[in-house]
């Protein structure tokens, strides 16, 4: 038996998103191969022992919180006890390098990506100049900074040049076309993502970003479908077939993704030509070795409907992982069960 600690919850606005994937992956564990030890963070970051019968009751939610915790007194010897940890977190302080290098510093095999791809691949704008370096395409992009109530924009070259309101209206207008996206560098969950129409919305989303990030990117609106491929692997890496993403209302948002039923995720032989196909999952995996992804990840796509154009959009190294997600959706359309896919995620941990 493996004793595996799955860590759920977190600190990061997508907290409730991680409970329901964390529960998901417990419930869908071989409780033959496995101890499982189920561990909660709670939103101020506090760790607990979680005895939730899970595995009979079903998994949580979307916002419900485990009720049968115990605190963990030392979470360092409790996490040496175990053989590996599976942290199904997203975004902050789970899906950035932080929690995996409290586990490398322990010598803890852990599934998925390491430091430097979680970290890099959590910060859009340090994703982009990554891609950058890989000629990868993506979307237009502007990258500002707020230190001291003062914008900064930064350029390709990390140059940094304080500008005011309207030499960030000036530099959209030079460099972009509306509709455009405004979102924080460190997002996750579509939190704090804004689709621009004009001009005269843009300063006031500009701020709102803000609240949730020093970091803000300002990018090129692309008209077109979203596409989302899953990677898995460490060296020989498997790749899936691509995975449409309908979404309910002007675009994937929060809401969209979580309240609302009528967004839908396909996944069908005939979603792309078999061209744009190839030339997706050669991206796909190019991509997760730019950011030097290991284990797994999603990376998410647009293909722009008047070219047929292929942008990247983001890398997710800790994708969603409830039943119905697209990661774990799109794994078993190429023949890998849920409970299958664990164990290939969690062999991929032990053999790093
Ligand atoms: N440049 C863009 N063009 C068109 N739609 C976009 C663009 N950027 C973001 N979106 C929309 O906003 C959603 C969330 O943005 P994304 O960058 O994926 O942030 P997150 O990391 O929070 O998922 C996307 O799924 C898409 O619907
Ligand atoms: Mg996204």
């Not at 010897?77 to 995996?100: A, N, R």
């Not at 939190?191 to 300002?218: N, Q």
């Not at 090129?220 to 898995?232: D, K, M, T």
């Amino acid at each position: 038996m493996i004793k595996l600690g799955v860590v759920f919850g977190g600190q990061s606005t997508e907290h409730s998103v991680s409970i329901v994937s964390g529960s998901s992956v417990i419930k869908n564990l071989d409780d033959k191969k496995y101890e499982i030890h189920q561990i909660y963070i709670d939103k101020a970051g506090k760790w607990y022992e979680n005895f939730d019968d899970i595995k009979s009751n079903g998994i949580y939610k979307i916002g419900e919180e485990p009720i049968d915790i115990k605190p963990i007194e030392n979470i360092v010897e409790y996490l040496k006890e175990l053989d590996c940890v599976f942290p199904v977190l997203h975004g902050l302080y789970g899906e950035d390098g932080t929690i995996q290098g409290m586990l490398e510093l322990l010598k803890i095999p852990y599934v998925g990506c390491k430091v430097l791809s979680s970290s890099v691949s959590m910060d859009k704008a340090y994703t982009k100049a990554i891609l950058n370096q890989a000629e990868i395409p993506q979307t237009k992009y502007i990258y500002l900074k707020k230190e001291k109530n003062k914008y900064i924009y930064v350029d390709d070259k990390f140059n940094e040049k304080e500008v005011l309101a309207d030499d960030i209206v000036e530099l959209v207008y030079n460099k972009l076309r509306y509709p455009i996206f405004v979102k924080p560098s460190n997002s996750g969950s579509s939190v704090g993502v804004i689709k621009v129409e004009s001009a005269t919305d843009l300063i006031r989303s500009i701020e709102s970003a803000f609240f949730y990030d020093k970091k803000v990117l300002i990018e090129q609106g692309i008209i077109g479908r979203e596409i989302e491929l899953a990677v898995l692997g460490n060296t020989k890496i498997t790749v899936s077939d691509p995975g449409e993403i309908l979404a309910a209302g002007t675009f994937y948002s929060f809401d969209s993704k979580y309240r609302n039923s009528e967004s839908k995720t396909v996944i069908s032989d005939k979603l792309l030509d078999a061209n744009t196909k190839d030339k997706l999952k050669e991206l796909a995996v190019k991509v997760f070795k730019a950011v030097d992804g290991s284990g797994l990840a999603r990376v998410d796509f647009f293909v722009e409907k008047e070219t047929n154009k292929i942008y990247v959009n983001e890398i997710n190294t800790m994708p969603g992982f409830t039943e119905i997600s697209m990661y774990p959706k799109l794994m078993e359309n190429i023949g890998i069960k849920y409970t299958e896919l664990l164990d290939n995620l969690i062999e991929l941990a032990l053999e790093k």
